[in-house]
Structures are given as C-alpha cells and as structure tokens.
C-alpha cells in the first residue's frame, strides 16, 4: 500500500469499526429487547373456553392462522430425588410459537418420555442432555390439604406419590421461579386430551387484527359456537396496529436522522483526507480537463479509484469491529450472569448494510474534492500549482493579515475540524452525565444494608421478623408496609415552598404527569416504633418536609417544610376507595425511620391496625399484596452471613402461598453500577474512534493547508524572512485557530445542554453543568489539540527543510 494513503486506510478503517460497533450495539439491544418481549409474547390471540383436539383440527383450516397450540393451565407437582418440580406442559405447536425463549440448550420436548428441565436443578444433579431420569409425580400436602405445585417450600409439607415416570432430558431452560421458593421449572409434552390454554399464531398479526370481526365469525361459524377470541393486548401496542402510518413513521425518526446524522459526521472528517488525495493527482487529472473530460467524469475517476482503496480498511475495520462489539457482549453476558443475550449476534443484511454506509461515506466524501479540482484551471493544474482562481484575491495593507484572508478557508478548516471532534465527544460525554443524573437521582441510603421482602396476605407482622431482630445484633431495624397513595392537591403550600417557587413547579409537575392529584405513601409501623415518631394508635403522622428543588437527586437535595399546617388530607387508594383523615401530627425529620421521598410525593404514616382497617375497607389488590419489609444495619463485614441466616430463618416459618426475597447494600450497588459501567465502556470505544479520526483528519487538514501555501511560504523565504520568524508567525497563527476551536466547542456543549435542559426540564442546565465529566472533557481537549500542534510543527518544518526553489517552482 502506497503510504502516502495510509491516512486513508486508516480513517476509512476507522469509520467501517465505528458504524459496525454503533449498528451492532443498537441491532442486539433491540434484538435482545425484542426477543425478551416475544419470550414472553410468544402467541397473538388466544380463545376463551374448552376446546376438544377436533376443535382446534377445524381452527387449523382458518386461513391466516399459522399455529392453534395448547398449554397447560396449572404445573403439576413432581420430585426428582429430593428437588421439587413444577412440571408444565405445551404441544408440538406451542414448540414452534416459541422461536425465542429462555431454553439454553437442546430443544423442547417433541414427543412423550422427553423434558427440559431448569438450569440449577440439571447443575446441581450434574446432568447433561441426553441423560435418563425418573420423575416421581404426586401431591404436595400441609396437613392433608394438597398445595400449588409452585407454592414456596417449607419444612411442614409432606408429599403424596403418585406415579413414577421416565423421561429423556432434552433441554436445558433458564430458571424461572424464585430461587428461595425452591421449587424446578420442567416442560414437557402436553397430552391432546388434557384440558389447557388455546392460543393462536398468525402469519399476519397486523392482517389478523384489521380483519379481527371476519376472523371471529368464522371461527364461531367452524366450531358451531360462540368461543370468544381475545387478541394479545401487548402485542397490539407492539405493532402499533391502533396507530396510523405517520405515527408509527415518527417513532423510528429519531433513529434515521441520527444515522443521517453520522454518516454526515463522518462525510466531514474524511472529505480532507480525499482532498488530499485528489489534489496529489491534480496534474493526472487536468491533462484529462485537456482533452475534454467532464466534471462528472472527473468526478466518477476519483470515485472509482477512490473506492477501490476503500474497500480492503471497510472491509477489514468491520471484521475489527464485529470482533469488539462480540467481545464487548461476552463481558456483559458475564457481568449479568446470562448464557447468551441473543440468539444470533451475526446479520449478513446488516453486514451489507454497514458496508453499503461506509461506501455512502466515501461516495460524498469525493463530492467536494472534485469540485475543488474542478475549479483549478487547466494550466495551473499541469503545473501542480493549487491555485483556486475563482476566488477573488483580497487585499490589505499588513502582508500577513492579507495573507490570512486569502488562506481563510484553509486555515478555518483546522479549527472546525478539531471542534467538531471535541464536540462530539463532548456530546458523549453529556449522555454519560445524564445517565449517571439519571441513576443517581432516586438512589437514596437510608442506613439500612440488609433489607428482606416477605410478601403475605396475612394481615400480621411475621413473627419471624421479630425473631430476627432479637436475634442478630444490629445497630438499628424496623418492620413496615406501603401502599401508594393518590393525596388531593388542596393543600395550601408553606411560606418557604412559595417562596422557593415550588407552587409553580408543582403545577407544572401535574400538568406533565396528566394527574390532579399528588403522588403519595401510607406507611405502617409497628406500635413501639410509631410511638417513637410522637403518635398513638389510630394516628396519622404527615412527613412535612418536601425538596427544595425538585430536579436535585434525593440524597443530595435540602428539605423545606411542604404544607402550611395541614389538618385534613383527602387521599384515593385504587380507582374507587376515597378517604378523609385527620393529620394527628407533622414531622419534619423520621430518624431511623427514614426512607426515599421522591419530589413533591406526600409521606403518611400510621400503625399496623389502622392499615389493616383501610385495607378492608379499600379492598384494594395493591395493599392486599404489599410486602412486609425489614430494614436492617448490621456491620458490613456481616451483610452475607446475615443474609444467608435470613434465607435459613424465613425458610423455617413461611407458609406455601407466600413468598420472599432479601437484598443487601452490595447487591443494590453492584445492580447499580452495571448498567452505567456498560455505556461507558460504549461510550470510551467510541470516544476512541473520534479520536483517532481527529488525528487522522487533522493530520490531512494541516497538510492540505500547508501544501496550498507552499509557494506562498517559499516567496516569504525566497526575500529573506528568518526561518524561525516563519515558524513562529505560521506556529502563532495555528495556535490562535485552536484557541478558537476550543471556545467554539464549549459554546456548542453549552449550547446543547441548554437545549436538552428546554427538552427535559427535570435536566435543569444546572444539572447538567454540575454533572458534566469536565476531567474526561478538558483531557481529551488537550491531547487532541497538542497532538494537532506536533502534526503542525512536524508538517512545517518538512516544508521548511525543503530547497526554496522546490517550494516555488512551477514546472
């Protein structure tokens, strides 16, 4: 390869890497999301009562229906040496609905005597696919009274065989229960006999939809019955078959324009480079002006070669990239403990599609440089001379002043190219800045590092809470429960909360919620615990205390008082439940019973008792299902023993119908951090690539520069200008359009925070200054500009170190 085209090897490198990673990360996240939902989305419809094998044969014959499948209803209960299973089952046509699912090895089971079985359970056993198995069927029983094959497992229950069955492990599934309910998930094949589920898939769900009222006629009319059929209401939104094409149109505009948008970005980051290139050919190129080639033909001679030169970096910078992006996936499926996040991570039509782009890139990027040699004139062009004479010669009585006006364009080319580079970088780095805003917002550390969940309908405390408290030394712990709230917003504000404006902002904070009412909690207590906060039995505590800004993260924000003595609150549980209560007192501080309190929602505490009543009288699902929650701080160095003593004691008390789950301070961290560590690691790649495009470009852009005033520079020598005057007027010159690179891309980082703080008024520009990475920002600046300034004083004194006569000669 001729080195002289290294920089655009490497650039176009460079941009196949960077749409490869881009496009990749963007298709196997929406591959991932998409095949999350279809997972559970697996079916489009599904028809309401029972239906005999016949019946679905005769549905069969419907024309759009692909697959009529059955499932079961209800697991049966089953034992493989002392694990409990929940065994389920689906037909051969379910198999087929269900192109993605959580199976992570094998197949479904195809006919009676196979199985697939949980993962835990087959690495516990140490099975592999392949292997025999007896599964012992039967009844799990709590004194004589038979129990839900997924109920939670405790020491109480007895089990009842049935039958014994054998069966060939064919699959491996991802866990689907609970792992402290200790019950195994199995699928096996569903009998044609034994009631289930009916569920329909078809070729055309959007087809199926518009003609739904056809649709059910005719099935009625098949099974000579009225059999209701009941579309899958997450798909309807998924397909967005209830909204119009411009609508749907307008949900992947974001998504066009940003790809638009990049190959734009890229077009002007390579365009130099090409123009480079072009003008070394400039004296190839007029002996063809000589002899009557066109502008387009000239301009076709450079695509076609300069297509040729890209094809070989495109091609390698997407195996490169495909490679990083494959890499960059294994690292996140280890960091969330998943075997594959997709099915495929490899497209051929997206492959193309990249390829198609890059090429896209350089056909515009040769647009401008034919132009620009199309404007040289023929005998110039010849002689090698770089002389633009459409351009009108402008004067001044400073020489070097008039020789900056008239290299104007050459030498703002410099500085908008390093600007652009830092811009987008900068942009990266505000994404950065909102998503860590983003997370760090409704983070809260109320001093609690083991907290348990222990979900039950029993309206009484567990006694094993109880236990738990006496038994593990703790600095500090309580037990409550919560149910939102809707509260009427016809309190009046406190002196300071107008003063601090917030009757504005919380206008417009229910104006964008679509919500009259405020969003609040009713936290219970247990009596001991809500005596210490000043109350009796049947009172009503109100935390009155609200943000003073409501866009400040909650941990960091200061608190004013909220309402102006509040005596009444009227609040709404569920759609229907409305209730009038008396604030018995107002707090302004919670103590150890201090908990998260998101902008402007309204704190109500009470006992367990007087919970319990508005329970009954509410009859509210929400309330009925809130868990129980201990708040415990024991020493750090004891959050995992206490939490594995936790899992043993609840384990020894909890009935089959409840559940649990327990959490400490490290797992809620490292949950946190995930999620952020895996844009930044995008974000640093692709910060990479800018800069090495930046370097790349620059280094084209200053010899461009450079070349266009060789002549003028070896004139300058030629009467006797000092070297280093030279180098230190051109040097002065650079330097001052670097320092106004730099301002330009503070004004436009300025500029779009102030635009996304007018889009997203929760990211106030305050926010986004505060936030804003200035370490990341200012030291990739100065990398970026000193590396453009050793570029500039190398490609100089090359210049410099040349005869006079070469610089000015004419040919």
Known sequence: MNKKNFPIFISLFIVSLFFTVVFYYGYTIVKYNDESFMTVNFYDAELEGNLTSNDIEKIKDINNIEFVGEMSINPESAKYKNDLIAVNYQDNDINKMREHSDLLEGHFAKSDGEIVLSKSLVEKNKLKLGDKIQLDFGHRLIEGKEIDAISTFTDKESYNLSFSKD?????????????????????????????????????????????????????????GRDVPLTFNSNLIDYYGVEYDFPHNILTELGTILSVIGAILLFVFFVKNIFKVWAFRKIKELSVYKSIG?????????????????????????????????????????????????????????????IVTVALLVVVFSIIQPAKKVSKISIMEGIKGNLDFDSFKKKRSRNLWKELKLNNLDSIKSQRYISAIGVITI??????????????????????????????????????????????????????????????????????????MSL????????????????????????????????????????????????????????????????????????????????????????????SITLPFHVKIYTDFDTFFQLMDES?????????????????????????DYLDNKIRESIMPNEKYDINTKADIEMNRKSDLESLKKVAFAMAFIIFILNVTNGYSSINL?????????????????????????????????????????????LGVMLVISRIAPNLSLNILIRYYDYKLFFGFSIVVYAINLLIYNFSLKRILDRPTIDLIRTE
Not at 191 to 206: A, C, H, W
Not at 460 to 479: L, T
Not at 707 to 733: A, F, H, P, T
């Open 167 to 223: 069966f060939e492990l064919v699959g491996i599934y991802e866990d689907v229960y609970n792992k402290y309910s200790r019950v195994n998930y199995a699928l096996a094949l569903k009998n044609e006999e034994d009631p289930g589920k009916v569920v329909l898939k078809f070729n055309s769900f959007e087809k199926a939809y518009d003609n739904k009222v056809n649709l059910q006629n005719e099935i009625n009319k098949k099974l």
């Open 705 to 749: 520069s450079l070349m266009s005033r060789k002549k003028e520079i070896g004139s300058l020598y030629s009467c006797g200008v000092d070297v280093d005057e030279l180098k230190n007027i051109y040097r002065k010159e650079f330097i001052e359009e670097q320092i106004k690179s730099f301002i330009v891309a503070g004004i436009t980082t």
């Open 426 to 499: 900068s942009v990266l780095v505000i994404i950065i800045t909102v998503t860590k805003y983003n997370r760090d917002f409704s983070y809260y550390d109320a001093g609690y590092n083991v907290i348990a969940n222990y979900y039950s309908e029993n309206k009484k405390v567990p006694k094993v809470f109880k236990e738990i408290q006496r038994e593990i030394p703790n600095n500090k712990s309580y037990v409550s429960k919560e149910s939102y709230i809707q509260v009427d917003n016809d309190l009046e504000l406190s002196k300071e909360a107008i003063n």
């Open 619 to 643: 009859k509210d699902e929400e309330l009925i299902n809130a868990p129980y929650v201990l708040n415990m701080n024991v020493k750090d160095s004891e959050m995992r023993n206490v939490k």
């Open 293 to 353: 080639t066109t502008d387009f033909q000239i301009y076709l001679l450079l695509l076609k070669e300069g297509i040729f030169l890209s094809v070989l970096p495109i091609l390698i910078g997407h195996i490169f990239g495909y490679c990083l992006i494959l890499k960059l996936f294994r690292h996140l499926e280890i960091d969330q403990g998943v075997e594959n996040l997709v099915s495929s991570y490899f497209s051929p039509l997206l492959s193309l599609a």
């Open 503 to 594: 009757d504005q902002k919380l206008e417009y904070y229910l104006k964008k919620s679509h919500s009259s009412q405020l969003n609040g909690m009713l936290i219970a207590l247990e009596d001991e615990d809500f005596s210490k906060l000043g109350a009796s039995k049947g009172d009503f505590i109100l935390y009155n205390m609200v943000q003073e800004d409501p866009n400040t993260p909650v941990a960091k924000a200061n608190k004013i008082p909220y309402f102006n003595n509040p005596k009444d609150i009227n609040f709404q549980i569920g759609e229907n439940f409305r209730k009038s209560i008396k604030i018995s007192k107002t707090i302004d501080d919670l103590g150890n019973y201090d």
